[in-house]
């Protein structure tokens, strides 16, 4: 068995850095990551941003890529670096300024540097999701593994 979930995505863009064949799976626990990209998306009603994090710890997981998911609001373009508008009270900003604690507040909402993520290390704390969004229980073969916290390393 696969540990990649077979799903498809309508929008990846042209030119991705990665190619999206669904979200890996990884045993839960504690991992050195480092800030890949964003890309954005309309799904049913909701619009979120995802960041995308790759496993930096030498061993079997190395370079697999997780998701964190953040609502807001999706300006013109949605896909790979799409632009959005965080929520003034939302988990993006709370998790970037966490990321980022001597960054100045910003001004503009639509306009928060991700780029600056980059070029650090990060402790990701990985949990699987094994419910939809009804509360559930996915099969065993949807299961994927997301990032539920991130902390400067």
Partial sequence: ??????????????GAKFEYNGWERVPAGKYEA???????FRMGGMSRVIWL????????YFNKVLPMGF??????RTGLRGHFKA??????????????PHDPQLK??????????????????????????RQQPLPEQMIYSKVENVELA
């Fill in 34 to 40: 480092s800030f890949l990209t964003w890309t954005t």
């Fill in 53 to 60: 994090f790759s496993i930096t710890d030498m061993g079997k």
């Fill in 71 to 76: 609502n807001a609001k999706l300006k013109k």
């Fill in 108 to 133: 503009r909402l639509d306009r928060v540097p991700l780029t600056k993520l980059e070029k650090a290390v990060y402790k990701i704390t990985v949990v699987d999701v094994t419910q939809d969004y």
């Fill in 87 to 100: 929520p003034p009270r939302g988990k993006l900003l709370k998790t970037y300024y966490k990321l980022r």
């Fill in 1 to 14: 068995m696969s540990n990649v979930v077979e799903l498809k995505w309508s929008n990846v863009p042209n």
